[in-house]
């Protein structure tokens, strides 16, 4: 175990000041700051029976999980795995008394603790965006803001995202090439919003594919639906089971 808390505690203190780090939290910011700019150009109109800030923690969570959740955890993995690449840090690494796979492990939870910062930021970042619109609209003021429901829908999301994380880390490391990781995140979208998105609708394949876990967690997010809880699962047993085997066929690689 204390080779585990040494790789662990290594790899945290790789990250901090560098660029994963800050895109933790700039990416989830970004998000709400575009959101927040156009309601605050919108009309001050409410729906009778219906709470406005809703629709805009649903917006937020639409298009991060969409869109952005994927491209990040494709960058961070790719960041992560550039801290050894671009340095030539591996022989370093190997040369140390501790096990291979425990590098890697090590390597897996900075990137799941990465996208937990975000997960989080995210949920707070729509709270304080709310309450600025309640102040600056008149009518909203009596709408109550969902923070345990975007605090949950969030985290539930990070667990969906754990099979698109880890296929995203394990390509990052395998190929040193840094494009090769935020490309197969591209695809990954691409493919989403082109196929999944229409041909899967309503079909298993929209359950199985990894780019679509994280939008199906979050859909309807006021509406309660059983798959949620699926498909977070889905997302951290398939996340651990390729994250094992990717540990175990990077562990006998020779990094040179």
Known sequence: MSGVYGSVSAELLKL??????????????????????????GRDQTTAGQNPLVGF?????????ILVLPLYAALAAALVAAVEHQGDHW?????????????????????AGLLLVSSLVLPAAVCVAAQLLRAMKP?????????????????????????????????????RSFIAGPALGIVGVLIL??????????????YLYPWALPPDAMARMIEPHPDRVLVAAWGVIGGAAVAALACWDLSRREFT
């Open 16 to 41: 901090r000041r560098t660029l994963a780090l800050r895109l933790a939290i700039g990416a989830p910011f970004a998000v709400v700051l575009l959101n927040f700019t156009v309601y605050t150009q």
């Open 57 to 65: 923690a649903q917006i937020n969570l639409t298009m991060w999980t």
């Open 91 to 111: 022989k370093h690494l190997f040369a140390l008394p501790v096990s291979r796979r425990w590098i890697f492990v090590a390597k897996w939870i900075a990137a």
């Open 139 to 175: 009518n909203w003021r009596s709408a109550s803001t969902p923070v345990a429901l975007m605090t949950i829908r969030s985290l539930q999301c990070f667990c969906a995202a754990g099979l698109l994380l880890s296929l995203q880390l394990w390509v990052s490391l395998r190929w």
């Open 193 to 206: 919003l082109g196929g999944v998105a229409r041909a899967g609708l309503g079909t298993i394949f929209v």
